[in-house]
């Protein structure tokens, strides 16, 4: 099969790799029918060594069924399904509180000799635990807000969730990027009444707008918050989805004492300002990894019926040979999120 292989910084290439197999009885293989290149993929595009033996990349992927092991109950071949962003047993006791990304027997697509999601396949441990099954063919046209589910719209949900977001509430969302936009869906979707929007890509806030921001903020830095306090007074929730220590420090100066902020986005820093003007301010620190394979159930009904519409973060579709493209794309910001079709 051919997939999408980084061997360092900047590049990523398409190669022939072998085909997925079922090695384990609760294995499953599935037919890649889309995927997409996640933000969270640019760091290392960004950073990585270079390695000689390269790393499969992708972890955002639906698909058909094509084998399934002997121990994989409620899938079949034929089956359409979307799978979270890592895999889970769905039985441990992490998986049961709902935190399947710390699952027991879990772990990421694209190490410890399982595929990565951006290619024509990819062997799925603990399918079961893991895959969600579909209830639409392979050329529905929710198939891009069905992508969506398995990252970037479950993300933004987490951070809704953990940020205790409810009816008449006013929130801030950090960053326009897929994630934060799908935060603001999510902050909307649970009773939020007023959602600011902190970014300046004017294309991207644009679909904020659409998806429910009532508010945008250019600015950024001191003259940001003291926008968003000049608007709001200060904020009880604060949605954090860009994972650099500006956008931290952007939630700790526009959410009120008291206040909540969730962190979404993967942090590219190992410290931060969390001392006794922080602890005297009585904020509450949440987010972190989301546990996608707990959301989809909730989340998936709104996506059917088309309440909520995520997959239009999509905003270029790319073929599997122009992953490198696509790639480029998004580090140069021509592209907001990019879709893949194998």
Same mark, same amino acid.
């Given at each position: 099969?051919?997939?999408?292989?980084?061997?360092?910084?900047?590049?990523?290439?398409?190669?022939?790799?072998?085909?997925?197999?079922?090695?384990?009885?609760?294995? %499953?293989? #599935?037919?890649?029918?889309?995927?997409?290149?996640?933000?969270?993929?640019?760091?290392?595009?960004?950073?990585?060594?270079?390695?000689?033996?390269?790393?499969?990349?992708?972890?955002?992927?639906?698909?058909?069924?094509?084998?399934?092991?002997?121990?994989?109950? +409620?899938?079949?071949?034929?089956?359409?399904?979307?799978?979270?962003?890592?895999? *889970?047993?769905?039985?441990?006791?992490?998986?049961?509180?709902?935190?399947?990304?710390?699952?027991?027997?879990? &772990?990421?697509?694209?190490?410890?000799?399982?595929? +990565? +999601?951006?290619?024509?396949?990819?062997?799925?441990?603990?399918?079961?635990?893991?895959?969600?099954?579909?209830?639409? *063919?392979?050329?529905?046209?929710?198939?891009? *807000?069905?992508?969506?589910?398995?990252?970037?719209?479950?993300?933004?949900?987490?951070?809704?969730?953990?940020?205790?977001?409810?009816?008449?509430?006013?929130?801030?969302?950090?960053?326009?990027?897929?994630?934060?936009?799908?935060?603001?869906?999510? %902050?909307?979707?649970?009773?939020?009444?007023?959602?600011?929007? %902190?970014?300046?890509?004017?294309?991207?806030?644009?679909?904020?707008?659409?998806?429910?921001?009532?508010? #945008?903020?250019?600015?950024? &830095?001191?003259?940001?918050?003291?926008?968003?306090?000049?608007?709001?007074?200060?904020?009880?929730?604060?949605?954090?989805?860009? &994972?650099?220590?500006?956008?931290?420090?952007?939630?700790?100066?526009?959410?009120?004492?008291?206040?909540?902020?969730?962190?979404?986005?993967?942090?590219?820093?190992?410290?931060?300002?969390?001392?006794?003007?922080?602890? %005297?301010?009585?904020?509450?620190?949440? &987010?972190?990894?989301?546990?996608?394979?707990?959301?989809?159930?909730?989340?998936?009904?709104?996506?059917?019926?088309?309440?909520?519409?995520?997959?239009?973060?999509?905003?270029?579709?790319?073929?599997?040979?122009?992953?490198?493209?696509?790639?480029?794309?998004?580090?140069?910001?021509?592209?907001?999120?990019?879709?893949?079709?194998?």
């Amino acid at each position: 099969m051919r997939a999408a292989v980084m061997y360092g910084a900047g590049d990523v290439r398409v190669e022939e790799r072998p085909d997925p197999r079922i090695v384990k009885p609760t294995d %499953a293989v #599935v037919r890649t029918v889309a995927c997409c290149v996640c933000g969270s993929d640019l760091w290392p595009y960004r950073t990585m060594p270079a390695d000689g033996t390269g790393r499969p990349m992708g972890h955002e992927f639906l698909g058909v069924v094509e084998d399934t092991g002997t121990d994989v109950p +409620g899938l079949k071949p034929g089956d359409l399904v979307v799978a979270p962003f890592t895999y *889970s047993d769905g039985t441990c006791d992490y998986c049961a509180k709902g935190l399947h990304f710390s699952c027991r027997d879990g &772990g990421r697509y694209g190490f410890d000799g399982v595929d +990565g +999601g951006q290619g024509e396949a990819v062997r799925v441990p603990y399918a079961a635990g893991t895959l969600v099954k579909l209830p639409v *063919s392979v050329d529905s046209a929710l198939l891009p *807000s069905l992508l969506a589910l398995s990252d970037v719209m479950a993300t933004g949900h987490h951070g809704a969730v953990t940020a205790g977001v409810g009816r008449g509430d006013t929130v801030l969302v950090v960053g326009d990027g897929a994630v934060g936009l799908c935060a603001v869906i999510a %902050a909307r979707r649970l009773g939020a009444e007023r959602v600011v929007l %902190a970014g300046r890509h004017e294309a991207r806030t644009a679909l904020g707008r659409e998806f429910g921001a009532s508010d #945008v903020v250019a600015e950024r &830095g001191e003259e940001g918050i003291a926008r968003v306090r000049e608007l709001t007074g200060g904020v009880d929730k604060v949605i954090e989805a860009v &994972g650099t220590r500006p956008a931290l420090d952007t939630a700790l100066g526009a959410v009120l004492d008291g206040g909540t902020i969730s962190r979404l986005g993967v942090p590219q820093y190992e410290q931060g300002p969390f001392g006794r003007v922080e602890f %005297a301010r009585n904020i509450t620190l949440t &987010g972190g990894a989301c546990p996608a394979r707990a959301y989809i159930g909730q989340l998936l009904p709104d996506v059917l019926d088309g309440t909520i519409d995520p997959g239009r973060v999509f905003d270029r579709c790319f073929t599997l040979d122009q992953v490198p493209d696509a790639y480029r794309a998004m580090a140069g910001r021509q592209v907001l999120k990019a879709l893949i079709r194998p």
